[in-house]
């Protein structure tokens, strides 16, 4: 069995996805990171269309990772799950945005 095949994918929605994507592509145990749109009411979304407000889409992160990371919590983690829906992955420019540009996090 590959080390691929061991991974789960994760999706979190939570602003800005150039940050939020540097963040979690340097945490030990993830093991690839794609920007992209979830929800809203079109299909296929480009930045443009996502950035006029009217598509109700967020920018998103999917990403995978060995859940056998870290262990450094002691209790586990609470958030909010809920059933996926479509992710949209953005423009192949949106992808290791900071990470290409030299940035280390997002200008918010």
């Not at 150039?18 to 030990?28: A, D, I, K, Q």
């Not at 109700?56 to 586990?76: I, K, L, N, Q």
């Not at 809920?82 to 992955?89: D, G, L, S």
């Amino acid at each position: 069995m590959s080390d691929r095949a061991k991974t789960q994918k994760a999706t979190f929605a939570a602003g800005c996805f150039w940050g939020v994507e540097e963040t979690f592509r340097t945490l030990p145990g993830v093991v690839g990171t794609q920007v992209g749109y979830i929800g809203g009411k079109t299909e296929h979304p480009d930045y443009r269309q996502v950035c006029t407000g009217t598509t109700e889409h967020a920018e998103a992160v999917e990403v995978e990772f060995d859940p056998e990371p870290s262990g450094r919590y002691r209790r586990p983690i609470v958030t909010q799950i809920v059933p996926a829906v479509p992710f949209w992955r953005a423009e192949e420019y949106h992808q290791g945005y900071l990470f290409k540009g030299g940035m280390p996090n997002c200008h918010i």
